[in-house]
């Protein structure tokens, strides 16, 4: 298998959504926006992968002096991070950019919570937001597309969406990335995230982060008319948030219990409906 086919391979299997998007995608950008994500879910998964922090944070480490290139070892046995190098000199990423999301991602490693709604904003400006900077990066062909505040607003409404839709998940491993503020707010104690309590309170706490994510949503939908046309495609997974939001707050769904996620075909749709709103 090539470097390019199994960065695609890693990316459908790990984070289909993205590599649903990807088909939107002007097909000579394609390879490039697969080596991103790819990257992405390799940092993404590194928390799954080890059973304490310090090992995690040495692949993290990796990753750094990869990009700084002091990555010790043969960079050309690594498909993904040989299709990132390549990516990243042909489009002149920005490495400060790729450092910052590998940096977000060492809160992965912890079981700390984040404090308020504004650090949880940051976290997702620089897990998620970066990544729709880089991909609209990518589509400029390495030019500079403008568009930092779409780029920032969309992270942050495509972040919030998906930690909440993976809340049961993080919560087997002891983690929580709703803020201790809406918590405390909200009357709840961080067990009850962790048990799993589908109280009323439960369900008002994730509706006033669900309200969060939109607000972002909306503003991104805002700037998206004015940003570039070739940089459209970078966004088409923002497609997702709404029917996402709305499928967690249907009556009776219990996030712990139910699967939060769209069906394959649902995601297709949507990122389809979207796609023709860029247009």
């Known amino acids: ?6 960065c695609a391979s890693l990316l459908r299997e790990h984070d289909r959504n993205r590599w649903l998007a990807n088909l939107f995608a002007p097909a000579e950008h394609r390879r490039g926006l697969n080596a991103l994500y790819a990257f992405n879910s390799e940092i993404e998964r590194i928390r799954d992968m080890v059973s304490e922090p310090l090992p995690g944070e040495v692949r993290l ?4 002096d990869l990009l700084e290139g002091q990555a010790r070892g043969h960079v050309s046995g ?7 190098l390549a990516a990243v000199d042909r489009y002149h990423l920005p490495v400060s950019a790729l450092a ?3 940096d977000a991602h060492t809160h992965d ?9 504004g650090d949880l904003e940051g976290y997702c400006g620089e ?8 991909a609209s990066l990518i589509l400029a062909d390495g030019g500079d597309p403008g568009s930092a505040d779409l780029a920032g607003h969309a992270g942050v409404a495509y972040g919030i969406a998906s930690l909440m839709k993976q809340a ?7 983690q929580i990335f709703v803020p201790a503020d809406l918590v405390l707010k909200h009357g709840m104690a961080r067990e009850d995230l962790l048990n799993g309590r589908n109280t009323e309170e439960m369900r ?4 006033e982060l669900a309200g969060v994510a939109r607000h972002h949503l909306d503003t991104a939908e805002q700037l998206l008319p004015a940003a570039p046309v070739t940089v459209a495609p970078a966004y088409i997974g923002l497609g997702l948030v709404d029917p996402l939001l709305r499928r967690m707050a249907r009556p009776g769904f219990d996030r712990f219990r139910h699967e939060a996620d769209l069906p394959q075909w649902r995601s297709q749709w949507h990122l389809w409906r979207f796609s023709r709103k860029l247009r």
């Open 1 to 6: 298998m090539s470097n390019e086919a199994y």
């Open 61 to 64: 480490q990796w990753w750094r």
């Open 78 to 84: 690594h498909p993904v991070a040989s299709e990132l």
């Open 100 to 102: 910052t999301l590998i």
């Open 109 to 117: 490693l912890y079981d700390d919570l984040l404090q308020s709604i």
């Open 127 to 134: 897990a998620y937001s970066s990544l729709f900077r880089l």
């Open 168 to 174: 049961a998940r993080h919560a087997a491993r002891g």
């Open 204 to 207: 008002a706490m994730f509706a």
